[in-house]
Nanobody, 117 residues
Framework: EVQLVESGGGLVQPGGSLRLSCAASGFTFTNSAMTWVRQAPGKGPEWVSSISGLGGGKLYADNVKGRFTISRDNAKNTVYLQMNSLKLEDTAVYYC??????????RGQGTQVTVSS
């Protein structure tokens, strides 16, 4: 059974930073691209970033490029999202998902990120 457990969310002021983590189990982690998506209240899921199985390929949405960094530690079955220079519009529930940008499937329970002054 695929399990994805996100952590690291919280309340941060504009301009601040957070690092999200996602611990994965139930599948061969190295074989799978991983993706972060987010969902703001009243909106649909928004793709944020994806990373290839070995970590060499990384993609970012235009509105987070240069501020967010995706990475993974395959020895720990964990994917990360370092978020810097956070903006009010980054407020959302952040989910990690198994798969790439266009074919992600299962996602975790999410972690809330609130950017507020």
């Amino acid at each position: 059974e695929v399990q994805l457990v996100e952590s690291g969310g919280g309340l941060v002021q504009p301009g601040g930073s957070l690092r999200l983590s996602c611990a994965a189990s139930g599948f061969t982690f190295t074989n799978s691209a991983m993706t972060w998506v987010r969902q703001a209240p009243g909106k649909g899921p928004e793709w944020v970033s994806s990373i290839s199985g070995l970590g060499g390929g990384k993609l970012y949405a235009d509105n987070v490029k240069g501020r967010f960094t995706i990475s993974r530690d395959n020895a720990k079955n964990t994917v990360y999202l370092q978020m810097n220079s956070l903006k009010l519009e980054d407020t959302a529930v952040y989910y990690c998902a198994k798969g790439g940008r266009d074919n992600w499937t299962q996602r975790g329970q999410g972690t809330q990120v609130t950017v507020s002054s």
